[in-house]
């Protein structure tokens, strides 16, 4: 009887491996083991005779096999396998029906006739006095959800598991004896584990409650007015962009003529007879030079202190919607002053006025000066090809009377 145990292992693990589909994440090979390994462990406490006890066994190895046919009924599944297997083995009809019966008595809802239907139960639900009960759990619920398509919530799982320990009990004194306490303490954690998410169920709840208070309270604005405020604040933002857009053109292109002129112009001043290009050099460069300042000064940002007082906030003299006026504030200090400002309608709604008019102030700044420099640009273009064309004038009429000096000079 001994190696026909050994005989069974190897063919229970081998089939498990084998058959079993992966959904089954908890009644699998590893299940089965320790269900054998607490089997044995509550024989080694009775007083059990040897066929009693390798009847014990070979049932353990065999009571979930049923799962890799079907679950409901799997027990009946299981007994048909382990019959093939012992038939196999020239196993008397007896001891076939004996294991069997041990088998059937790992049923939900049955009640053991004998001790061995007894200890077969205790040893198949010993997991829920293991100090690894909330993964065993969490494996089978893992196994419903793929296998049933189960979906359990965990307050719902929880409930369900303090369920089961409430009316749990161990059908053997050597059971009760050896893993009572432990179900104990798993049944007392679960009970603490509910009562967690029972309270924050309620804090979520009462901060609900409190904001939608606190949107009532606040009396929102209705569509209109927000879309007012969206559009303004977008199309300011626009402009911006459109802004900085038109500078960093003309700063690009007064750069490449600034470089152009360095590289052609200025290397041949050094000659006497290019003297006539000095002046309308200069007269460029410098209305180049002018446009590229202003271009700069126009996307120029302004650096604020970036801080503000619980003062401030109380007399709603800072706009929080402004980064420039928190940028070096705490957290923690900026949670609150928005928080009293969304409780505030006026000063919420005094907040988005002095954006939207501060982004006006920004934008005529900027278009002022953009309009500036694209004078500046257009006017320095046009005296600079002024002084060049009077430069080459003149330094046409100084090379003729040239010629005709040194012509008088030849006759005399």
Not at 41 to 69: N, P, Q, R, V, Y
Request: glycine share 4%; net charge positive; with cysteine.
């Amino acid at each position: 009887m001994e190696n026909l145990i050994v005989e069974a292992e190897k063919y229970v693990t081998s089939y498990l491996n084998d058959n079993l589909d992966t959904p089954f994440v908890y009644h699998n090979l590893a299940h089965t083991q320790r269900v054998v390994a607490k089997t044995k462990e509550l024989i080694e406490d009775s007083t059990l005779a040897k066929d009693e006890e390798h009847h014990l066994l070979l049932a353990a190895w065999f009571h979930d096999t049923g799962f890799t046919k079907t679950i409901d009924g799997h027990e009946k599944e299981s007994v048909k396998i382990a019959s093939e297997f012992l038939k196999s083995k020239n196993a008397s009809d007896d001891q076939i029906k004996r294991i069997s019966e041990i088998i059937l008595a790992t049923e939900m809802g049955y009640e053991p006739k004998n001790k061995l239907e007894g200890l077969i139960r205790d040893a198949d639900c010993a997991h829920i006095s293991s100090k690894k009960y909330d993964d065993y759990t969490s494996l089978l619920r893992k196994e419903w959800e793929l296998t049933k398509s189960k979906k359990v919530s965990k307050f719902e799982w929880l409930q369900e598991n303090i369920d089961f320990l409430t009316n749990h009990t161990f059908h053997t004194d050597i059971a009760t004896k050896k893993w009572q306490k432990r179900k104990g303490k798993n049944l007392a954690s679960l009970l603490q584990n509910q009562n967690k998410i029972k309270a924050n169920t309620e804090k979520l709840k009462h901060k609900k409650a409190e904001l939608q208070f606190k949107k009532h309270k606040l009396d929102l604005p209705d569509r209109g007015i927000e879309t007012m405020f969206r559009v303004a604040l977008r199309n300011h933002i626009t402009l911006s962009d459109i802004a900085d857009t038109k500078a960093n053109i003309l700063l690009s292109v007064n750069a490449i003529i600034i470089s152009l002129v360095l590289s052609n112009l200025v290397s041949k001043l050094d000659n006497p007879s290019n003297s006539y290009l000095i002046w309308p050099t200069v007269i460029f460069a410098l209305f180049t030079v002018a446009s590229i300042v202003l271009s700069v000064i126009a996307t120029r940002p302004n650096v604020t202190s970036g801080k503000f007082t619980k003062e401030d906030v109380a007399n709603k003299k800072v706009n929080l919607l402004f980064f420039g006026n928190f940028h070096k504030m705490k957290l923690d200090e900026f949670e609150w002053a928005m928080q009293e400002m969304m409780q505030d309608k006026d000063y919420l709604y005094g907040s988005l006025t002095k954006d939207l008019y501060f982004l006006g102030l920004v934008l005529n700044r900027k278009y002022s000066l953009l309009r500036l420099t694209y004078t500046v640009f257009a006017i320095g273009i046009i005296i600079s090809v002024i002084a060049f064309g009077i430069a080459f004038q003149f330094s046409g009429v100084e090379a003729n009377v040239t010629d005709i000096v040194e012509r008088v000079t030849s006759k005399i």
